[in-house]
């Protein structure tokens, strides 16, 4: 089956991309696609490359990063959201593209299903 | 696939108010550009989402911009399903003439089975 | 359909939202809506009247990190994330009560 995820809150501050980022490995483990990660709202900080997290703790942004090199992961960036909070082609993180809201709808349209993650 | 099959049922859901947080604006944008995908569209709004369609909205003295005259134009849109909860309207003291546009009311076991029809739930 | 929650009952109204509304179906509790599943609390006759209309789950992972994993209201299910994988998949549509 085919999963569009929807992750709408930044890293660190909320558990939403945690949560999304679990649903996928579970879903690739099972033989699902995801067909596309959508990052809107504070969700486009997902794919800031200047994020330093503490040695201690996890690394959102490099673990999304990681799924989409080694599963071959679409991961959009809204590009509306992301201009307003700065996040620009300079500091996006590997496996990350900005690209407008169509490729939100077409998520919904493609995937058999839509999952959001959020506050 | 036919072009019938590939138009799905878009229901949006707005449940936080304007102006305190982004949600209700930046959902506006989705809708917007959904309309040019040609997909059935729908818009729900309970809870504090129903304040995003009070009339009067003046946002000079907090420097940001109102929005609410677009959910006005979003029947040039072709987007003219706009559903309000009754629970939620009468909970916060309105009726549908407190609303800067026309939209239908229901009751939330109407609202919760035109839910159950949907194709795609988004909520902001 | 499933309806997925993420806040704590006590603190916000998604769950009342979605309780009121949603017809039943699923019922999925993640991140802080699983101290929704704890018996003992003020929100457990409601959760217990929910549980007439809905098969209610809670996230194991969202439940062991909060301490909450023990005493949970009878008749509710626990699922891994693999579970909740099959729960949306299983449901045509899925809603997020943000």
């Known amino acids: 089956m085919k999963f569009g995820i929807v ?13 999304a980022y ?6 690739l483990a099972q033989g699902h696609e995801i067909f596309r990660v959508f990052f809107y709202h504070d969700g486009v900080n997902n794919a800031s490359r200047l994020t330093e997290p503490p040695q201690d703790d996890r690394n959102i942004v490099a673990r999304w990063s990681r799924l989409a090199e080694e599963q071959g992961i679409d991961l959009v960036v809204c590009v509306a ?3 307003r909070r700065g996040i620009k082609d300079e500091n996006l993180a590997p496996g990350f593209r900005i690209s407008g809201l169509g490729q939100l709808v077409e998520a919904g349209i493609q995937a058999d299903r839509l999952v959001t993650f959020g506050d | ?6 138009i799905k049922k878009f229901m949006f859901v707005n449940r936080k108010p304007p102006y305190g947080t982004v949600y209700a604006l930046e959902a506006l944008e989705v809708v917007l550009i959904t309309a040019a995908f040609d997909q059935d569209v729908s818009l729900v709004f309970l809870d504090d989402g129903v304040y995003q369609l009070r009339k009067g909205q003046q946002t000079k003295g907090i420097e940001t911009k109102n929005f609410s005259p677009t959910y006005r134009a979003l029947d ?16 916060r003291g309105l009726t549908e003439d407190d609303l ?4 239908m009311v229901l009751d939330r076991a109407a609202l919760g089975a035109l839910m159950d ?6 909520s902001f | 359909m499933l309806h997925i929650v993420n806040k704590s009952p006590l603190g916000h109204a998604a769950l009342d939202s979605c309780l009121r509304v949603a017809q039943g179906g699923d019922l999925l509790l993640i991140e802080d809506a699983v101290y929704a599943a ?30 909450v994993a023990v005493h949970l209201i009878e008749g509710i299910a626990v699922v891994d994330y693999g579970g909740f994988v099959d729960l949306v998949a299983r449901n045509k549509t899925c809603q997020s009560w943000l």
């Open chain 3, 38 to 67: 704890s018996a003992g609390t003020l929100f457990e006759p409601l959760m217990r009247d929910a549980l007439k209309r809905f098969k209610v789950y809670a996230l194991q992972p969202d439940l062991e990190a909060r301490g």
């Open chain 1, 7 to 19: 992750v709408n809150e930044g890293p660190y501050q909320h558990q939403a991309s945690d949560s």
């Open chain 1, 22 to 27: 679990l649903f996928c490995k579970a879903a």
């Open chain 2, 1 to 6: 696939m036919s072009e019938e099959s590939s």
């Open chain 2, 100 to 103: 800067l546009v026309d939209v």
């Open chain 2, 117 to 122: 029809q949907q194709d795609v739930v988004l």
């Open chain 1, 81 to 83: 959201a992301a201009l």
């Open chain 2, 76 to 91: 040039g849109y072709d987007i003219e399903k706009l559903y309000v909860e009754k629970e939620s309207l009468e909970a």
